[in-house]
């Protein structure tokens, strides 16, 4: 199962981009990318699950180079309300959506 | 409901003392997860079920731990003799299926666990 390292903790202001990288340099070849967001006392909410180069929807955007050891999720101009922690879990694919090991997370917190 | 439901929302309970943690998930969704997360940390595995059946229980810490789903919607987490290490967010989650992509899980609330 592969593991996966992100930033700790990630301070940014009103209206900007915020991009938070994680590696995932196991990651096997049917193994998905996911993304989680969690609030304070609510359970993880999904964000944007790929498999390689760019997926976007109506929330964020989710960046996978070519050796998928990497990805990055990117959130469009943020506002107060996207502080919280960002998890990033790699697997899925092939076995089941359970095989996720969920790190610490990023804390990300925006300011005004 | 329209999202996954878990009672009771906190459980204090005394050391040694049993409890169970009800999960009523997503209609239609097959397969059921619950997690255990403490203070600062991601949520760690602790089983899956895919219909009425454990397709693994591996993340189960203990004996004292056991989850069922007897009809293949609610399912209950019991644990027995709690220890005050066991206080922690308790969370499930459901998806449509358990495998593959597009297995988005849906989280409930979680039932905070205290033992005292």
């Known amino acids: 199962l592969a593991k996966t390292t992100q930033p700790i903790s990630m301070d940014s202001y009103e209206g900007q981009e915020v991009n938070i990288t994680c590696s995932h340099n196991?990651?096997?070849?049917?193994?998905?990318i996911t993304w989680y967001q969690q609030f304070p006392s609510q359970g993880p909410r999904f964000i944007i699950q790929?498999?390689?180069?760019?997926v976007t929807n109506e929330v964020a955007s989710l960046f996978i180079p070519a050796d998928r050891k990497s990805s990055t999720l990117s959130l469009p101009r943020v506002s107060l309300s996207d502080t919280a922690v960002y998890y990033c879990l790699v697997g899925g694919g092939g076995g089941s959506n359970y095989q996720l090991i969920w790190g610490a997370g990023t804390k990300l917190i925006i300011k005004p | 409901g329209a999202g996954v439901s878990q009672t009771p929302s906190n459980k204090v309970t005394e050391k040694g003392k049993y409890v169970e943690l009800r999960c009523d998930p997503i209609s239609g969704h097959t397969a059921l997860y619950w997690y255990r997360q403490s203070l600062g940390q991601g949520p760690e595995f602790l089983i899956y079920f895919q219909g009425t059946g454990a397709a693994d229980d591996s993340g189960l810490p203990n004996d004292r731990f056991f989850a069922v789903r007897p009809e293949g919607s609610v399912s209950t987490l019991k644990i027995q003799r709690t220890e005050r290490g066991d206080s922690a967010v308790y969370l499930c989650a459901s998806s449509l299926v358990g495998r593959g992509r597009n297995t988005e899980a849906f989280f409930g609330q979680g039932t905070r666990l205290t033992v005292v």
């Open positions: 790929g498999y390689k180069t760019k």
């Open positions: 196991n990651i096997a070849t049917n193994d998905y």
